[in-house]
């Protein structure tokens, strides 16, 4: 096989967000030499069969190879058949869905001021010292992106740049014996009961926020603020003025991660994002419909899921992919929980459902993401996939359902897409320190976003609410910010676009039967009930 189709198999492989491994390519030219006069073809109907099975890694070795050869082999016919398409050309085959125990984790270093790619395994039961650097690497991001923020850049020659004066940070530890006002970063803690404290890499100050004229969002304990004020003489720091980091345009986050892989999926040339921007124009037609709390043992919520999938599978082009976010029962899967085969029958019953409606069974993907009272080991974000004991049944009826990790990312073509379920609303204010700022919007959903989205992080709570594992905090970070973020929650039905990020609530589908349609090319959200 010649060196120019050994680079365009790894190309676009590349392109479908893949790396091979020597093996796997020897496997994929193998293959594509029995098809001389239409090596183009076999190869993009390798890869678009290559999407519907499911994978451990985006990195291949031979075994899945192997098995897609196998089952294209059997069916020689097909192949000719096929039709040819080219890169993403496919609805399937645009989309890329991973899970959080594959994200890639990146650190920023403040002293070459880049990011670095770890690698190797991370243990789940982090030692101490990784949830020491939780915090660290939380407050390098946001300091890292601050610094490049005209208003709070060090003055050039003693020039103020921004319309305020100097709002240069200094760091806590230079505020003793310091007079007149000054900016701060830091996060916020309670090291002693009742009293509030700024932290930062140097130091700790306690802070009085009585006063403090605050910004858009919900300020608890864990989130990273910048303050103005000035030390009083007993030492607290009075602060006048409090608000979150500002938040940095995505195509200058995305300088810092220059030619690296920040999301997961792969990383694309220039050329190649060019190539799919130009195909996602053609995609207008392409549809997810998303729907949470999604309970399998309530009859009423089964009769209205079997009315949505029989209205898709009437229409002209079904979607190109169905979320279902849990709950998957009426009833907290825990430990006083002793019923699971009777959740593993209710899948299958799902999966019988699913596989009545033969165009969606064929053309459709479906994504089961787990709910914060499902099945699994803990309640720790981030959450493992559902067990494979309890979806195998459907697995079988349905080869396109995929089982993914809370929280989780699809990839579709360029646009980059966040999924968690979790009640983060209720969480959120509960946990407050102050009420929230009505001077721009008096809405909580608004106010979550401005949080998560300022904050750069999925759930900013105390771990003491929201256990997250230490080693695994990155899987919630939102560092370049996505493009949509869909946060699965029991309250209302909700939809937000802010500072061009999509924000959205499918809301409570067992509760109310509301869901979302997406279309993710023109992240036009339409709010749906049934």
């Given at each position: 096989m010649s060196k120019a189709m050994r680079n365009k198999v790894q190309k676009k492989f590349k392109m479908r967000g893949y790396t091979l491994k020597i093996d796997a390519l020897t496997e994929i030219l193998g293959f594509l030499s029995r098809f001389p006069e239409a090596e183009d073809e076999a190869l993009d109907l390798l890869l678009d069969e290559l999407h519907h099975i499911s994978l451990k890694s985006s990195i291949l070795d031979k075994e899945p190879v192997l098995k897609v050869v196998s089952l294209l082999l059997e069916a020689e016919a097909a192949v000719e058949e096929s039709p040819t398409s080219s890169g993403y050309g496919s609805a399937g085959s645009a989309l890329r869905i991973i899970d959080a125990f594959d994200f890639p984790k990146f650190r920023y270093d403040p002293i070459k001021k880049l990011f670095h790619k770890l690698t190797g395994n991370l243990p789940i039961h982090g030692d101490a010292s990784a949830k020491v650097i939780l915090y660290r690497d939380r407050f390098l991001l946001l300091s890292q992106s601050l610094s490049r923020d005209p208003h709070f850049s060090r003055p050039v020659f003693g020039n103020d740049i921004s319309d305020y004066g100097s709002c240069q940070i200094s760091p806590i530890q230079s505020l003793v014996g310091?007079?007149?006002?000054?900016?701060?970063?830091?996060?916020?803690?309670?090291?002693?009961?009742?009293?509030?404290?700024?932290?930062?890499?140097?130091?700790?100050?306690?802070?009085?926020?009585?006063?403090?004229?605050?910004?858009?969002?919900?300020?608890?304990?864990?989130?990273?603020?910048?303050?103005?004020?000035?030390?009083?003489?007993?030492?607290?720091?009075?602060?006048?003025?409090?608000?979150?980091?500002?938040?940095?345009?995505?195509?200058?986050?995305?300088?810092?991660?220059?030619?690296?892989?920040?999301?997961?999926?792969?990383?694309?040339?220039?050329?190649?994002?060019?190539?799919?921007?130009?195909?996602?124009?053609?995609?207008?037609?392409?549809?997810?419909?998303?729907?949470?709390?999604?309970?399998?043992?309530?009859?009423?919520?089964?009769?209205?899921?079997?009315?949505?999938?029989?209205?898709?599978?009437?229409?002209?082009?079904?979607?190109?992919?169905?979320?279902?976010?849990?709950?998957?029962?009426?009833?907290?899967?825990?430990?006083?929980?002793?019923?699971?085969?009777?959740?593993?029958?209710?899948?299958?019953?799902?999966?019988?459902?699913?596989?009545?409606?033969?165009?969606?069974?064929?053309?459709?993907r479906f994504l089961f993401i787990p709910g914060p009272d499902d099945i699994g080991p803990s309640n720790v974000l981030p959450r493992c996939s559902l067990p494979k004991y309890i979806t195998e049944e459907l697995q079988n009826l349905i080869p396109n359902a995929v089982f993914l990790s809370n929280p989780c990312r699809i990839k579709f073509y360029t646009q980059e897409i966040v999924f968690l379920r979790q009640d983060m609303l209720y969480r959120m204010r509960r946990s407050c320190l102050m009420p929230p700022s009505s001077e721009e919007t008096s809405d909580p959903f608004e106010h979550l976003v401005a949080t998560i989205t300022h904050q750069s992080h999925l759930c900013p709570l105390p771990l003491s609410i929201q256990p997250i594992i230490w080693n695994f905090d990155h899987c919630l970070h939102l560092y370049p910010t996505p493009h949509t973020i869909v946060l699965g929650d029991r309250s209302e039905q909700k939809a937000f676009k802010y500072t061009g990020v999509t924000c959205f609530n499918p809301g409570s589908f067992s509760n109310d039967f509301t869901f979302v349609a997406y279309r993710p090319c023109s992240q036009e959200v339409e709010l749906s009930a049934v």
């Open positions: 310091q007079t007149g006002k000054k900016w701060v970063m830091g996060l916020i803690s309670q090291l002693e009961d009742g009293h509030f404290y700024l932290e930062d890499l140097t130091a700790a100050v306690e802070v009085d926020l009585s006063n403090a004229r605050i910004t858009t969002g919900f300020f608890a304990e864990n989130t990273i603020v910048v303050a103005e004020g000035e030390m009083l003489l007993d030492g607290i720091f009075q602060v006048k003025t409090c608000g979150f980091p500002p938040l940095e345009e995505r195509e200058k986050s995305m300088a810092m991660f220059s030619g690296i892989d920040s999301f997961g999926g792969g990383s694309l040339t220039k050329e190649e994002t060019i190539r799919l921007e130009e195909l996602e124009k053609g995609a207008v037609n392409d549809m997810f419909v998303i729907l949470s709390d999604v309970w399998l043992d309530n009859e009423e919520t089964m009769g209205k899921l079997e009315t949505i999938l029989g209205g898709y599978e009437n229409e002209t082009v079904v979607p190109s992919l169905f979320v279902f976010m849990g709950n998957f029962c009426s009833h907290p899967c825990n430990l006083s929980f002793n019923s699971y085969s009777s959740i593993r029958s209710l899948f299958g019953k799902l999966g019988r459902m699913i596989a009545v409606h033969q165009r969606l069974k064929e053309h459709s």
